[in-house]
């Protein structure tokens, strides 16, 4: 890990949060290579909209704007590597786990408010006991929320997926999305 500054965490109006949207870390290195440096996470505001862009348009999907967000990462620090090609990544976002809890903690004492993943990495990082593929929860084979019990952010969890085969504007996903509207709204 390098000595950087870690993007901000971003939020609107912390009194109108519906929803919180963790990402895994900031690490990327899609400049040629070169590390690429965020204000805040996922580059919110920074004018390159390429890395919350499939996260905003499933946001818009389940009828969530800027406003009613807080978005952060599990892993706030830069690491050497990206999630996926990070062999350490899972015992280092273990270890952050506690720090995250805090930041969550302050936008959401009453740990009501549902946790939205953006990918399965963090999934298998705090459900390490309830092994559930991505293609399971899509194609509503596994009930959402995952209980704040049964994970260890303590909050209702749903998957979030950002990669673009986890669109909620696809058919194929209709009745995920609908099961998420019904959450966030009851929430």
């Known amino acids: 890990m390098e000595n950087q500054l870690i993007p901000t965490p971003f939020c609107y109006n912390p009194k109108q949060v519906r ?11 899609s400049d040629g290579g070169k590390r690429k440096i965020l204000n805040k996470v996922f580059g919110i505001g ?13 946001l818009k999907e ?20 990206e999630t996926s090609k990070n062999k350490n990544w ?4 273990k270890q ?30 705090i459900c390490p006991n309830k092994p559930i593929s991505a293609k399971q929860f899509y194609s509503m084979n596994e009930s959402i929320p995952i209980p704040s019990f049964e994970n260890e952010l303590k909050r209702p969890i749903i998957p979030f997926y950002r990669h673009q085969k986890y669109s909620l504007a696809s ?8 099961k998420t509207i019904e959450i966030l709204q009851s929430s």
């Open 90 to 93: 899972g015992v280092i976002a």
């Open 171 to 178: 058919p194929h996903h209709s009745d995920y999305k609908s």
């Open 96 to 125: 952050n786990i506690p720090l995250c809890l805090k930041r969550l903690d302050k936008i959401d004492k009453k740990r009501k408010l549902p946790v939205l993943l953006t990918t399965e990495a963090i999934y298998k990082v």
């Open 19 to 29: 929803a919180i949207i963790l990402g895994a870390d900031p690490s990327n290195f």
């Open 46 to 58: 920074d004018g390159d909209p390429r890395y919350f862009q499939g996260i905003l348009k499933n």
């Open 62 to 81: 389940v009828g969530l704007g800027f406003e009613d967000i807080y978005v952060d990462n599990l892993i706030q620090d830069y690491l050497d590597f």
